[in-house]
């Protein structure tokens, strides 16, 4: 690939843009906010406008329900030999594109499974998709050379290739993404009006679980949008478990001890079903939770300590898949767990206590 256009220059739009022209691709940016795509272009991802001459592919990076319809406008200004998007729903615009009277030879949904809650240029980076999926979901009309070059934007931008149905897709999004997203915005929701000491005591679990209730509304609506029979689908399913949880709950106070038991059992296979489901997730490149160990090392609140840990941690050899902090206030210090490879935990423990670093069991 030697040219391409990112059409929707915010954080996906402008990694995308980066990393391709860390490839030396010759990128075009276009924005209908031109600040967000004259600030990707100060960022060095490539130059503000779209180019006279068809670039080799264009990649649309703007809210799910724009896709097809701009896909379709830059179709038959003739912007581009090939067309892909990075939408979370591709469904809809496989549809939409039909309905608009775009190409579907010439185009073919995308969507990689990295990002964060913070939009706009400002928070890309060129290696947001490092080792990540990118399900691209060709459809019966997508021509070869249309989908090999959607191949190609993957491989630079460090991702592996999945190639799905689109409705699979959404399926599977539904219960990895939207309605887990969902669900963290309820529950963050609820502490918007509780009383400011109970909220300050929240600890490192909360966070981890409402970090993505920070996302945008005005774009998680549009996700929700488009995928809403799927992900309603997976919330109540949800919801048969939260009643089972309440009535387990209420039965605990009961005065009949068998009820009392049975409902203890009952939440507890609840929760071992939750064990079960988590162990399942990929932590990197297929890697499930199970392979890794976590080592965890207690550190002092000073600069440039991270630095030294994992300076002393490249000693010893061992490849770090992932990196926790919990910040503890009194007295401040940290703990620093680094997720390793099973087999290389107990020799990392060794390595770093005869470092001097406080390892704990
Ligand atoms: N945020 C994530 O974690 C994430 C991850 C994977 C995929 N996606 C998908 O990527 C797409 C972009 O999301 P984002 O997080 O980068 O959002 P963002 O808000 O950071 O960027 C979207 C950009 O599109 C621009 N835009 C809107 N309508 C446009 C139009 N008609 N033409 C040109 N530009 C237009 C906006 O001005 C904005 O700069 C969405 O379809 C989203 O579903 C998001
Ligand atoms: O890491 C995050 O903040 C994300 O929400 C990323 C995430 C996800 O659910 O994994 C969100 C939506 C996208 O479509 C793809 C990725």
Known sequence: MRSAAVIGT??????????????????HLSDTNTASART????????FGLPDDPVDLAVFAVPPTRISAEVTRQQQSGLARAYTDVGSVKG??????????????SYVGGHPLAGGERPGPLAAAADLFQGRYWVLTPSRRTEQSVFNQALELVSLCGAV???MDAAEHDRAVALTSHAPHLVSALMAARLAETDDQSVRISGQGLRDMTRIAGGDPGLWS????????????????????LTLAVSALRALTDTDEVQRKRSRLDLEELLRRGNTGRNRIPQKKGRTHTDLAVVQVEVSDRPGILAQLLA???AAGVNVED?????????PRGLVE???AQSSAAALSRSLRSDGWQVQQ
């Open 10 to 27: 915010g954080l996906i739009g402008t990694s995308v843009a980066l990393a391709l022209t860390r490839h030396g691709v010759t990128v």
């Open 222 to 241: 549009e996700i929700l949008d488009a995928n809403a029979p799927a992900v309603a689908d997976v919330l109540q399913a949800y919801a048969e478990d």
């Open 92 to 105: 809809r615009a496989h549809e939409d594109l039909c309905v608009f009277g775009g190409d579907p030879a």
């Open 338 to 340: 680094l997720l390793v």
């Open 40 to 47: 990707a272009a100060a960022m060095g991802a490539g130059s």
């Open 323 to 331: 990196v926790r902090i919990e910040h503890v206030p009194d007295p």
């Open 312 to 314: 002393d941690v490249g």
């Open 161 to 163: 290739p999945v190639v």
